[in-house]
């Protein structure tokens, strides 16, 4: 399996465009959680989900976020309108978990510049 | 929901040296602690984690201990060697089927050699 992979790599847009990130966990993994990572703020969690339908997402910070997964095999992070401070690294990363297996492993990440 | 911190967010050894690394969380139910490793410009990565039927447990070079009385967990790093150089989190999760991982701000750990 090639892990977690995440689509751009980097974006660069202009304040009040939208902006989708894209992420295919790893194959048969039942979990998948969205995080920013800022130097201030280190990493949050934003949503998570659990066989495609959203667990908790009260650390989408307002409106503008939304993040869906319409498959076990894709989901979206959706901002819109951006604002520059919503500028950040943005991972997604997923799991299987179990007793045994609660590891989370990340994509690469997605690079965002709002200006 | 809970909360978890480390300090202090800084950390520099010489190289040889053992380093510590700290965290606290607020969650007495919370029973997986791992920790991540993440390299400059790199994803996050699980290098060890512990249940909370343990105590300590180690792999090579690092250890972690973990005290529920108290609600910490330390990560410990001995012959620390430049490649240690990363940010370093701490995390904590009720795991099981709420499996949400909650993360510490993370610490730079700079080993000068």
């Known amino acids: 399996d090639a892990g977690v992979i995440q689509s751009p790599r980097h974006e660069v847009t202009e304040m009040g465009q939208e902006v989708t990130l894209r992420c295919k966990p790893i194959?048969?993994?039942?979990?998948l959680f969205w995080y920013r990572q800022t130097m201030m703020r280190g990493l949050e969690l934003l949503i998570y989900?659990?066989?495609?339908?959203?667990?908790?997402d009260s650390g989408m910070p307002e409106d503008r976020f939304s993040a869906k997964m319409p498959n076990a095999s894709f989901s979206t992070l959706k901002i819109q309108p951006s604002e520059p401070r919503d500028s950040a690294v943005y991972f997604c990363a997923s799991s299987l978990v179990g007793f045994r297996n609660t590891e989370a492993f990340f994509g690469q990440g997605t690079r965002l510049t709002v200006v | 929901g809970e909360n978890v911190e480390q300090h202090p967010s800084t950390l520099s050894v010489q190289e040889g040296d053992s380093a510590v690394i700290k965290c606290t969380y607020s969650?007495?139910?919370?029973?997986?602690f791992p920790w991540y490793k993440q390299e400059l410009g790199k994803r996050p990565q699980l290098i060890i984690d512990?249940?909370?039927?343990?105590g300590e447990k180690k792999d090579q070079r690092i250890a972690v201990t973990l005290n529920k009385t108290a609600k910490h967990f330390s990560l410990h790093i001995t012959e620390t060697q430049p490649e240690d150089s990363a940010v370093y989190f701490c995390a904590a999760s009720l795991g099981g089927a709420n499996s949400k991982l909650t993360f510490g701000k993370g610490i730079t750990l700079s080993v000068r050699p």
């Open positions: 989900f659990n066989n495609n339908v959203p667990i908790d």
């Open positions: 969650d007495s139910a919370s029973n997986y």
């Open positions: 194959s048969g993994h039942d979990y």
């Open positions: 512990i249940r909370s039927n343990v």
